[in-house]
Nanobody
Framework: QVQFVESGGGLVQPGGSLRLSCSAS????????IGWFRQAPGREREFVGG????????FYPESVRGRFTISRDNAKNTVYLQMNSLKPEDTAVYYC????????????????????WGQGTQVTVSS
């Protein structure tokens, strides 16, 4: 059974850090580009970063660049989202998504092209 399970969410004060994990079972993350997304209440799902299947290319939108970092450990079949200097506006449900690709340049896809999604984990930034 294919599963993509997220963990690491929670409540953190502004300026704090969290690391989210996304572990795959039932499939190997090799040759999957990974995207991280978030969705706040009443808003559309937003892309917050992506990493190539090899892990040597990544991209972040301006809203999180310099604060968020994606990494991956294909041997552990796990990807990570390190979030630093968190702000109240980062509050959302965070999702990881996997896109099957052999193209080492791919770091992001249109949202509907991802093959697997995690269930989401809540991140709340509040004092």
């Amino acid at each position: 059974q294919v599963q993509f399970v997220e963990s690491g969410g929670g409540l953190v004060q502004p300026g704090g850090s969290l690391r989210l994990s996304c572990s795959a079972s039932g499939f190997a993350l090799d040759y999957y580009a990974i995207g991280w997304f978030r969705q706040a209440p009443g808003r559309e799902r937003e892309f917050v970063g992506g990493i190539s299947w090899s892990g040597d290319r990544s991209f972040y939108p301006e809203s999180v660049r310099g604060r968020f970092t994606i990494s991956r450990d294909n041997a552990k079949n796990t990807v990570y989202l390190q979030m630093n200097s968190l702000k109240p506006e980062d509050t959302a449900v965070y999702y990881c998504a996997a896109d099957r690709t052999t193209d080492p340049l791919v770091v992001a896809r249109p949202i509907f092209e991802y093959d697997y999604w995690g269930q989401g984990t809540q991140v709340t930034v509040s004092s």
